[in-house]
């Protein structure tokens, strides 16, 4: 590899519990066929399996393609992502969890190829396979998150608030190497272990992603007790109608305030199930009532953009519940 030419691509790898997984992942980077000059800058965000072992293993044989950060204590995704996005190098990053993998080797040149010859787009995604534990396929499930369409906009994000395509697809222009240290602190605060919408958000304010229909890569759903990834983690939360009622919520404060997007967003709000989760939340604080949900349903209410109609909704929410 020639070591004077300039990083074409920059992957993030996020791994956190995944021994069973990371060596399929890394693999499936491995495996392209491409002449693109790549890193891998990859976060280990303090697990307490073998994944740092096999990081490094994997490190120890390809020391000028992997950059890892093995760290000590647990920052939350979310940091463990920006904080590599800061120091990524690359003209385009693209993204991979570590209990992902690639389908396509070609993946990567694909990708580079059609956004380099469309600089009308500041990214591009792909459709995705679902797969369980053991990597068998699940044909008839798709990421619920996803709104499969040729072009994906703001609006649409705003519309809808899917996604253009599941986070292990995308392919976008290095939109990081022109912001400063305090813009990655602020997008850390917006959720501690989401950053998918909030990067869509960065990107969408910039221009449209294109998507296309070929499945290039796979998208592991595990939702099980004591597991590791995030459904496990977030369906074992108490507090996770709160957690993602308020996710939508500050990325509306941040685009109004930081983006400049109060004009496209109008009198339109982020977060379409905003009010499900509220009234969820509501019948959570009758049924186990504690002042941490109180403070927390006060803030829902001053943080959400509409306190008056979600002052209602809490009676609303107590009237169905009778």
Known sequence: ???EREIDVSIIVLTY???AYISKALDSILMQETDLRYEVLVGDDASQDRTPQILQSYANRHPEQ????????NVGASRNAFDLCSHARGKYIAALEGDDFWLDPCKLQKQWDFLEE???YIGCCSKCLVVDRDNRPDYTKSPH???NKKEFHLEDLIERWDLPGQAGTWMYRNIYLSMRPGEFETMCRMHPNVADKTIALLLLSKGPIYCSNEVLSCYRKVDQTGERNW???HHANPYRNYDMFMYPCRLESWARRDLNLGKRLGRQHLGKRGEYRFCRFVEELVREPSLK???YLAD???YSHQPVKYSWTILKALIEME
Do not use: G, Q, Y
Not at 66 to 73: D, G, N, W, Y
């Open 66 to 73: 992997i950059f890892l950060t093995l760290r000590e204590k």
């Open 231 to 233: 459904f496990s983690i």
């Open 17 to 19: 519990f995944h021994e």
């Open 145 to 147: 998150f996803v709104w």
């Open 1 to 3: 590899m020639d070591l």
């Open 118 to 120: 469309h600089p009308e």
């Open 293 to 295: 949900r109180l403070r």
């Open 300 to 302: 829902m209410v001053a």
